[in-house]
């Protein structure tokens, strides 16, 4: 018996070493398959995959070096966006070319922060028609609204202008390419805190009410026994008197108890008549 594990002890161990021999030789048949500079289709890959990333994140658009374009959020500055209220953005252009340009759109999407192609809400156009000559300045005020629907998470935000120069040449020039987060509206989150307060006061006066019962019918049935145990102590009591009154009857024959009710002084005897 012994003989036979320790046989079988030993072909365990000649398959682990064969095991680890197969490994080693498909790990060096890799290697050699490798290119002789150290780079691998991945490599090759993942430098395809980054250049990818970045015409998507940034959209191909054609901006007009003359025009400059700068923004300011006026009523949520520090670019938290709650949902369902509306957004204002200021927008300034600056000509600092010699043609006029016409600014026809300012608007803007809200898209995926995973793919930009996958738009989740396209904000209004805003039309101003803004004539921007050499060296003009202007400003318009762009209001947008993230949807009530949408879930509190993060969303790149994406706000740009469109303009055309004299030759009718089009252009565009984003001016707000970012990761916001949209965050629940404070009306919502005003309505949620109510609603819980509402059910907490509602559980507080359940348990109230719940103890107050319990404490009064504990304190009826303390009353009635109370009640009980004064009646039994009433009956079972006597008054001196009427302890004397028996203990007369018991010892003189003829003597009746007296009645209670009478005068302060005692009744009277009657007079016998000679």
């Known amino acids: 018996r012994h003989l036979t594990i320790g046989m079988a002890s030993s072909m365990r161990v000649l398959l682990a070493l064969a095991c680890a021999a197969t490994l080693v030789v498909f790990g060096r048949a890799d290697a050699g398959s490798e290119s002789p500079e150290g780079e691998t289709d991945d490599a090759g890959y993942g430098d395809y995959a980054s250049q990818y990333q970045e015409e998507v994140a940034v959209p191909k658009v054609l901006a007009h070096p003359d025009v400059k374009v700068a923004n300011a959020f006026a009523n949520f500055p520090s670019e938290r966006f709650p949902m369902g209220e509306e957004a204002q953005v200021l927008v300034g252009l600056m000509n600092t070319g010699s043609k006029t340009f016409n600014v026809s759109a300012v608007t803007g999407s809200l898209n995926s922060p995973f793919d930009f192609s996958f738009v989740v809400q396209n904000f209004t156009v805003m039309q101003p028609g803004i004539a921007l000559r050499p060296k003009d300045q202007h400003s318009v005020l762009y209001m947008f609204t993230p949807d009530a629907r ?39 989150t005003s309505a949620k805190i109510m609603f819980v307060l509402f059910l907490i006061s509602l559980i507080a006066a359940g348990v109230g009410i719940k103890l107050y019962l319990v404490w009064q019918a504990r304190d009826q049935k303390a009353k009635k026994k109370a009640k009980k145990a004064e009646a039994q102590a009433t009956a079972s009591t006597k008054t001196e008197e009427e302890r004397a009154a028996e203990w007369l009857t018991g010892v003189v024959p003829g003597a009746k108890k007296e009645k209670k009710g009478g005068s302060s002084g005692g009744s009277k005897p009657r007079s016998k008549k000679v």
């Not at 993060?154 to 055309?164: G, M, N, S, T, V």
């Open 150 to 188: 949408l879930e509190a998470m993060k969303f790149q935000l994406c706000l740009y202008a469109q303009y055309e120069d004299e030759t009718g040449a089009s252009y565009t020039s984003v001016f707000y390419n970012e990761t916001i987060p949209i965050i629940e509206s404070s009306r919502e």
